[in-house]
C-alpha cells in the first residue's frame, strides 16, 4: 500500500522515512523493546500517520476500515486469503 501512494506521488520516499522513523521512536520511548517482532505495527501507525496528514482519509475511515479488517479478519480461517465483504463494515 505504501508503495502504490508513493508510485501515485502522495508522498516521497523521504518523507515516508521521516514519518516510519518518528513512528519508530515514539514506539521506542514508549518501551518497545525493538526486536523486530513490532516493526510492521510501526509501519501501519506510519502508513495511517501520513495519509492523514495528506488528508487521504481521516480517523474515522481509517477506524471503521479497521474495524472491518478485523472482523474479516476474525471469520476467515486460517491460510485462507481475507477479503472485505460489506456485512464486514456493519457495527
Request: hydrophobic fraction near 45%.
Amino acid at each position: 500500500m505504501a508503495v502504490a501512494l508513493q508510485q501515485r506521488s502522495l508522498f516521497t520516499w523521504p518523507e515516508w522515512a521521516n514519518v516510519l522513523g518518528d513512528e519508530i521512536m515514539r514506539a521506542q520511548a514508549a518501551g518497545d523493546p525493538d526486536t523486530g517482532a513490532t516493526y510492521y505495527r510501526h509501519w501501519l501507525n506510519a502508513l495511517e500517520r501520513i495519509v492523514a496528514d495528506k488528508g487521504l482519509t481521516d480517523s474515522a475511515a481509517l477506524k471503521r476500515y479497521r474495524h472491518a479488517w478485523e472482523h474479516a479478519a476474525a471469520r476467515t480461517p486460517h491460510g485462507t486469503p481475507i477479503a472485505l465483504e460489506p456485512q464486514d463494515f456493519s457495527a
